[in-house]
């Protein structure tokens, strides 16, 4: 029961490199979400999907395209990758219908963008 | 940000201290969590209060929720080694977004 696996774990990108990061969930959850977190800025949201084929932009969406290809998969492109993407990328999900509103989180990927 | 700020930014006590962190938030919410990371982990969930409700407790942590001062406070009673981490508040607005804090990085010193 892997709950939600983020893949890479760690990635060094040069300045105008393009790469996925790949997010898949095995709990049957509806919604999924991007977020990225940069030190002593808590955790800012990119995308967020509440249902396979729906993407919705959060608070830092520039620079970032998503995917939500399936019900299980939500993934997070960097077409043209900037110094300023250097960051730890979490996925979430969480069941649509639930009384327990609550995200579970990935172990996260590391992003150096030099 | 459509999140406020969590204060303080850091705390170190001793093990059986008492621990509270506040957060304040700017938006109408639907309900607001705390969430725990370890260092190099991933966020879990702690505990949820909906908008309606005023305390709740769940083994040594306690939630408070003021929504007239749009603001919170996590207590954790008889702190313990192990609950070194840093805390997050976390708000749910109607569009089913989630929105945190910058968090507080607690430090129980054996």
């Known amino acids: 029961n892997a709950g939600v696996t983020q893949t890479p774990k760690f990635q060094v990108l040069k300045t105008g490199q393009s790469m996925t990061l790949q997010c898949a969930q095995d709990?049957?959850?509806?919604?999924m979400y991007w977020y990225r977190q940069d030190p002593g800025m808590g955790l800012r949201l990119i995308y967020y999907?509440?249902?396979?084929?729906?993407?919705d932009k959060g608070e830092v969406p520039n620079g970032y395209n998503v995917s939500r290809l399936n019900k299980r998969e939500f993934s997070l492109r960097l077409e043209s990758a900037a110094p300023s993407q250097t960051s730890v990328y979490f996925c979430?999900?969480?069941?649509?219908?639930?009384?327990?509103?609550?995200?579970?989180f990935g172990a996260g990927s590391r992003l150096t963008v030099l | 940000s459509q999140q406020g700020e969590e204060d303080p930014q850091a705390l170190s006590i001793q093990e059986g201290e008492n621990a509270t962190m506040n957060c304040s938030y700017k938006?109408?919410?639907?309900?607001l969590q705390w969430y725990r990371q370890n260092s190099g982990r991933g966020l879990v969930h702690l505990i949820l209060?909906?908008?309606?409700?005023r305390e709740k407790h769940s083994g040594r942590l306690r939630v408070t929720l003021d929504t007239s001062k749009k603001s919170s406070s996590l207590l954790i009673t008889a702190s313990r080694a192990a609950d070194t981490a840093s805390y997050f508040c976390?708000?749910?607005?109607?569009?089913?977004?989630?929105?945190f804090g910058s968090g507080t990085k607690l430090n129980v010193k054996p």
């Open positions: 209060i909906r908008s309606n409700e």
């Open positions: 999907s509440a249902s396979e084929g729906t993407t």
């Open positions: 938006t109408s919410i639907n309900n």
């Open positions: 709990m049957n959850h509806n919604s």
């Open positions: 979430a999900s969480r069941p649509r219908f639930s009384g327990a509103n609550v995200l579970t």
């Open positions: 976390a708000t749910e607005n109607n569009f089913n977004k989630f929105y």
